[in-house]
């Protein structure tokens, strides 16, 4: 007997909440042309659909050197817009660093899924499962505890939506600037994004709490396979 | 003032670029950033507490590894340890579910300042708990309370970091530690709990070279190469430095306890020398707590211990004056 399976469908159906979401945002963000975050929806859809088909095998689907292409390809490219951060607002932790490393985690799952399938059975079975070397449990604990505490700060922070779009967007510096002449906080739970003034479903959806909640329930599933693979 | 003429207020390139300078918002202060890594660590142990053997029966379970700690303590306290693994035995599923779902609240409430002081408390009823229930007392009542294992349990910390990390609006000068209990309360904290681990390294078999070694040799199974081969040199290291060892890090601890009256950069010094030794500590004697070979409930007293030497970290402010009410303690800090 190990883990319940019940807990892996909880975890595989908040992943496919979280890239059904991230679908709707993205949405969202084209009709409105919002700029802002459609990175960070491409990749929490992706990230979600693949890691529910590791929490409920029936539910993987696609070639594992797809994904792989895919996080390899995400990887780059928020590493690009970090390393551009840093080239364009001097040295600070760029927004782009964290969704780097969520990308990165995404690949070494598809990389070194030895570790799980070899401790794991059941409904979880990290169908792609190909054997080979194993993953570094050292480089594993890091990165979970990395997105443990993303989460906690994410939910913590006065300022929502920055997961989401970054601490350069024009939607945080309207924040931070009403909180400077007003209150963060009563602001921060109000929909903003680039364009402040949105309203109805899309104002629902694009609540700023929400992104930072769809960003911290993937930091948890992720944390909670790395700590599986160890 | 429209949100646009907030932003080009405090961002003048905002409107040219569409983007705004790299300025962070409200500055979280030093206590609340430490209550926020304590969630982390809570979260952290949540997360292992649904690890697949945590809900496996027997010997190879959680139950198993509970049953274990009970042989060497007096049997009033191994008869509790033994009852706690009984029930976990019959019932791994709702039990440890439980387990996560407390830990999962105290993590998830410590994040939010209206159910911050509700989250500590439960967090100090719960580790004394677990200390008594789940880590056979940390091995005090027979001896093997040694630092270099945890001892006198790694989840008292959790305890007492609550307790020091109670929200409180007072100054956080000279330390974070000494805004909720005061000054003279803090310091004596400090004193007493490095007074407890320095006699904790020199009594029972915590100066014993066999023991010492078997504790290290006790966590190498399953471990990577690279942390397996550390602790080939650590448990060689014990074998034949073993009692040196322990007064060593006996004389440490006296210092580090002597060293919350020194100025502040004599302070500075000792804590430095604090967080190095527990550092290494947790990497070569407690492997992180096992959790890199996946047998773990939490990662031991290491990072516990370094948490708590920042909370007496000497700081100043660039403001004058306490905190008041409703400023939320945001504030800069910078070291002295």
């Known amino acids: ?230 | 003032m429209t949100i646009g003429e907030a932003a080009e207020r405090r961002f003048p390139t905002v409107a040219d670029r569409g983007m705004a300078t790299p300025r962070t918002g409200p500055t979280r202060d030093l206590q609340r950033t430490l209550q926020l890594i304590l969630a982390t660590i809570w979260l952290l142990d949540a997360v292992l507490q649904i690890q697949p053997f945590m809900f496996t029966p027997g010997s190879s379970g959680f139950s198993g590894m509970l049953k274990g700690l009970a042989p060497g303590n007096p049997s009033w306290v191994a008869h509790t340890i033994t009852w706690n693994g009984s029930v976990i035995y019959h019932q791994p599923v709702l039990t440890n579910t439980l387990f996560a779902l407390v830990q999962f609240v105290i993590g998830f409430g410590i994040v939010w300042n209206k159910s911050l002081k509700p989250a500590l408390a439960l967090s100090i009823v719960w580790a004394l708990g677990v200390w008594w229930f789940g880590e056979g007392s940390g091995g005090v009542f027979h001896g093997a309370a040694t630092p270099f294992g945890g001892g006198p349990g790694g989840v008292l910390f959790y305890a007492i970091l609550a307790v020091l990390l109670w929200p409180s609006d007072g100054s956080i000068r000279p330390f974070v530690a000494a805004r909720t209990v005061g000054l003279t309360a803090a310091r004596a904290i400090w004193v007493g709990i490095w007074s407890l681990l320095a006699l904790l390294s020199v009594i029972g078999s915590g100066r014993s070279p066999r023991a010492l070694h078997d504790l290290v040799a006790g966590m190498d199974h399953g471990q990577p190469g690279w942390l397996a081969h550390i602790d080939r040199v650590s448990e060689s290291f014990f074998l034949h430095h073993g009692t040196p060892a322990a007064v060593l890090l006996a004389i440490v601890c006296v210092i580090v306890a002597a060293g919350v009256f020194l100025p502040p950069q004599g302070a500075q010094v000792t804590l430095v020398l604090a967080i190095a030794v527990f550092a290494v500590i947790w990497v070569a004697v407690q492997n992180f707590g096992g959790i890199l070979a996946g047998g773990a409930t939490d990662p031991n007293s290491g990072p516990l211990v370094i948490v708590l030497a920042l909370m007496y970290w000497p700081l100043t402010t660039s403001e004058a004056g306490p905190v008041g009410p409703g400023s939320n303690g945001n504030r800069i800090v910078k070291e002295v």
């Open chain 1, 1 to 230: 007997m190990g883990t319940p399976a019940w807990l892996y469908y909880l975890f595989g159906l908040l992943m496919l909440a979280v890239s059904g979401y991230s679908v709707t945002l993205l949405v969202f963000s084209v009709t409105g042309r919002h700029h802002f975050g459609r990175d960070v929806d491409i990749a929490h859809i992706c990230m979600g659909v693949s890691m529910a088909g590791m929490f409920v095998a029936r539910w993987a689907f696609g070639p594992s050197a797809a994904w792989e292409f895919i996080f390899a390809a995400l990887l780059i490219w928020f590493v690009v817009r970090s390393l551009k951060s840093i080239q364009r607002f001097g040295l600070h932790k760029p927004h782009e660093a964290i969704h780097a490393a969520m990308s990165f985690a995404m690949l070494l799952m598809y990389l070194y899924p030895v570790g799980a399938t070899s401790r794991v059975s059941g409904t979880m079975s990290m169908a792609m499962a190909r054997g080979g070397a194993k993953l570094d449990p050292g480089l594993g604990f890091i990165l979970a505890v990395t997105f443990f505490a993303s989460a906690v700060f994410t939910l913590a922070s006065p300022v929502k939506g920055v997961s989401h779009h970054g601490s350069h967007a024009f939607a945080y510096a309207t924040t931070v600037a009403v909180g400077a002449t007003g209150s963060a906080d009563a602001w921060s739970g109000s929909p903003q994004h680039d364009s402040p003034h949105v309203g109805g479903l899309e104002g629902v959806v694009t609540t700023p709490w929400l992104e930072d909640a769809s960003h911290v329930v993937m930091c948890f599933a992720m944390g909670f396979m790395l700590i599986l693979m160890l």
